[in-house]
């Protein structure tokens, strides 16, 4: 996954708590008989709720009865958290600081090598161009480059996008 080389603007990381990982269940879910999609655990208390996909969001209750900031995903393979102040997503580099993640960068990123590997299109994508569930394709690629343009695209991210097949600026 791409981390920019920037640092976090958060300004909620000092609460940060040592927290045992949080459970594998949404109990709030498991007490009204309801369902989840995935889990999220409050990074100051270890509380664990559902996420906002899910129908009940106590991840997001959570953070609104306590204020209580930052979560973090307990989806397998994941490692990420998120401010729901300075809203950024969040990852921690192996020296122990925290970066925001452009998570629309990334997930254009996996659609565009998933739409150009099947031959379903190919670059530039038309504006109007959606992959999966509807990601703005179209609209994404349009970003990176009017970015780019612009001279504020980060060097990785350009990187990224050059190792598409088929990309030209």
Known sequence: MYVPHMQATCTHLDDIADV???LDVCPACL???DTWLHLRQCRICGNTGCCD???NKHATAHFHETGHAIMRTLEEGQDWSWCFVDKETLEQDDD???RAVDAFFDAGVW???EVLAAGAASLPFPRSATAGDGFPLGIWEATYRDRYRAGT????????????PGWRW
């Not at 695209?153 to 598409?164: H, T």
């Open 153 to 164: 695209l980060d060097p990785d991210q350009a990187a990224g996008l050059e190792s598409l």
């Open 20 to 22: 045992a990982h949080g």
């Open 53 to 55: 996909s899910s129908r």
């Open 31 to 33: 007490a009204s008989r």
């Open 96 to 98: 122990g600081r925290w």
């Open 111 to 113: 659609y565009a090598r």
